[in-house]
């Protein structure tokens, strides 16, 4: 009997190929107290396959139980023996992850399993998946849809990209404008469709509770001081300027920031992050951070004046300045802050704030030399694990051969990697169905990286089990790219790419550069008066 589990466990022993155990309607469950999680997520898996209830009338048994399989937290034991499973986890998140190796191996053999043993721990305490809704709303299903899977694959971090230029999708009652103004765009790059959408206060409670039933931690993320048209839409006064825009409707990096020089912008994200915390629960929050021009800085009245009393140098300590006093605020509140990698300059955010690498601003020495000094990191490499990236640039053989050790980290320094977030950007991705296309089976491959143990991995290995992992996708209602898609050849590939390079066509940056002008011949010319 052919069976397979991604991730690849620690250990896994399979007996003879004839099954003896056979799960049905009769089956007894017991479950230990302290194993509520894993419970509910057997009983809803087993309830819808066999559209009813378990009747507990047979001498097949199914037994969740705590005890210490292994050293690691989040370890199991699974161990399938004549008419009995029986699942222990080091911890609830462990028989929780027990149980979702068992759908995978139930689903495979048609609820029919050999004997076998299979004990497995992670690698990395963080795995994580990060869902984009700021440049395309996805409804609260959609969401709940992505946290189930997240669960199959043993992730426990949902990374929600709750703001951008194009909309703001979190509901505050300190400052309803956000979304009331902020989560509408009139239409999307050359088309006339408006787009709107945003989470309610009990929509977005709602959906951590539903994740923390899965052990699963929400990480909100309100992207600032850059990537904030939508904010300065609803709060004209947050620009240098006191500009009046509209949402954006064009991708691309924007040149309206957050005003750093006014404590009116300080005192309104400190009421943002006040209510946020509020939401989620879970310790950590994501500021965003990166990609933030400095062209309205450089000439607005504010920030000057704030450079020149704090001492700074130039406009890259201003932003520091920004990112060190939110964090503070927030570390003092009594949570953990990441934020997207900075680039390396003098002055930086101290190394209590933890960094998503995503690009290549820093080289792999200067994110060794980060690591080696103690700054805590989430691997998200676009080369790697950038899910909205075409399969003819980030196959699925590239995502998983790609390896986050890199030359010059010390020992001391791989302890420093937090974990690794695969990241589905929307820009191109405007619905479920593409959203499938683009994340599976890539999140496959993103999952063994964060689960299996290095020295376990084998891509080869990782081939040999797809076929069951598309049968446990279908059964999970997913559509995920074909194979021929996911590796594909050098006719598909360079189709792909070129495809891809249609958004070269769609931001707006003949809007930008006039834009820089007139704001620079109006502003500078009432500073020269």
Not at 37 to 43: G, W
Not at 181 to 196: A, K
Not at 254 to 279: A, P, Q
Not at 464 to 473: A, I, T
């Amino acid at each position: 009997m052919k069976l397979s589990v991604i991730p690849q466990p620690d250990f896994i022993k399979i007996g003879s190929d004839e099954p003896c155990f056979e799960l049905t309607r009769l089956c007894e469950i017991e479950a230990e107290k302290g194993t509520d999680k894993a419970e509910a997520e057997l009983m809803r898996f087993l309830s819808a396959h066999f559209e009813g209830e378990l009747l507990g009338t047979g001498k097949e048994r199914l037994r969740l139980l705590l005890g210490e399989p292994c050293a690691e937290k989040e370890g199991y034991r699974l161990t399938v023996e004549r008419d009995c499973i029986t699942i222990t986890g080091n911890d609830e998140a462990g028989v929780f992850y027990g149980v979702q190796t068992l759908k995978q191996l139930l689903i495979q053999g048609s609820f029919k399993l050999p004997e076998l043993l299979i004990s497995d721990s992670p690698a990395f305490h963080c795995r994580g998946f990060m869902l984009d809704c700021g440049r395309y709303f996805f409804t609260k299903e959609s969401v709940m849809h992505f946290i189930d899977l997240m669960a199959l694959h043993k992730l426990n971090e949902f990374h929600w990209h709750l703001s951008d230029d194009q909309g703001f999708r979190c509901q505050l009652e300190n400052q309803l404008l956000l979304t009331e103004i902020g989560s509408y765009r009139s239409h999307t790059l050359f088309n006339s469709i408006p787009h709107q959408g945003y989470y309610t206060k009990a929509e977005m409670k709602e959906i951590v509770d539903y994740a923390h039933e899965r052990c699963i931690r929400v990480i909100p993320e309100i992207d600032t001081p850059g990537h904030v048209v939508s904010m300065i839409a609803a709060y004209p006064f947050l620009s240098c300027f006191d500009r009046s825009l509209t949402v954006a409707t064009h991708w691309g990096i924007k040149n309206d920031v957050l005003c750093i020089g006014k404590e009116s912008t300080f005192e309104f994200m400190e009421s943002v992050f006040d209510e946020l915390t509020e939401i989620f629960t879970d310790g950590v929050i994501h500021l965003g951070g990166d990609e933030v021009p400095t062209l309205r800085w450089k000439i607005c009245p504010h920030c000057q004046r704030r450079m020149k009393q704090e001492g700074m140098k130039d406009e890259g300590e201003l932003h520091t300045y920004y990112l060190q006093r939110i964090a503070s605020y927030l570390q003092k509140k009594g949570f953990e802050v990441r934020m997207w990698n900075d680039r390396k300059k003098e002055k930086m955010v101290d190394s209590s704030v933890a960094w998503q690498l995503w690009n290549g601003e820093m080289d792999k020495k200067e994110v060794a030399d980060e690591m080696n000094n103690g700054r805590g990191f989430i691997i998200s490499a676009a080369e790697a694990y950038y899910l909205d990236l075409p399969y003819g640039q980030v196959s699925l053989k590239k995502t998983y051969e790609y390896s986050p050790f890199y030359e010059g980290i010390t020992k001391e320094g791989r302890k420093n990697i937090l974990g690794i977030e695969g990241c589905l950007w929307t820009e191109f991705v405007p619905d479920i169905k593409k959203a499938e296309f683009c994340v599976f089976p890539r999140l496959g491959a993103i999952s063994e990286a964060a689960w299996t143990k290095e020295e376990k991995r084998n891509y080869a290995m990782f081939c040999e089990k797809l076929n069951g992992y598309y049968n446990v996708l279908s059964y999970h209602g997913v559509e995920p790219a074909p194979l021929k898609a996911a590796n594909p050849k050098p006719l598909r590939k360079a189709a792909s790419l070129l495809y891809w390079e249609r958004r070269k066509f769609c931001w707006a940056g003949l809007y930008n550069l006039t834009d820089n002008y007139l704001v620079k011949r109006k502003y500078a010319k009432e500073e020269e008066q």
